[in-house]
């Protein structure tokens, strides 16, 4: 009767870890059948994302003009055959940038 019950334990044993591996195996198939979906989930929250942001950039149909003005004011010698400069006044610099989507009508913004 002993011997019966020890086979019965080994049994039992290599039983419940077939199950566990048969439930781990299920549970990588349940996983891998749905990771399209999970895939489309996040993709489609990141485009409503980058929605909300507003108008995207288009780098072939933008047309950026930078405009850049520096102005000084110096005093030029000229004593015994050399030449100095001296800056007067401080120097300033403006930046004018002006961008256009050119092409308008040919965009496709996605609405």
């Not at 019965?8 to 039983?15: A, D, H, I, M, V």
């Not at 990141?46 to 102005?71: E, R, W, Y």
């Amino acid at each position: 009767m002993f011997t019966y019950l020890n086979k019965l334990r080994r049994r039992k044993k290599g039983q419940s870890t077939l199950e566990y591996a048969v439930l781990i195996i299920i549970i990588i198939g349940a996983l891998l059948s749905i990771q399209v979906y999970i895939k489309r989930g996040i993709q489609g929250r990141l485009k409503g994302a980058t929605d909300d942001i507003g108008d995207q950039f288009s780098p072939g149909n933008t047309n950026v003009i930078q405009t850049m003005t520096t102005s000084s004011t110096t005093k030029d010698t000229f004593t015994r055959g050399v030449s100095g400069s001296t800056l007067t006044g401080p120097e300033v610099t403006s930046t004018v940038t002006n961008s256009a989507v050119m092409n308008v009508e040919r965009e496709f913004w996605g609405k």
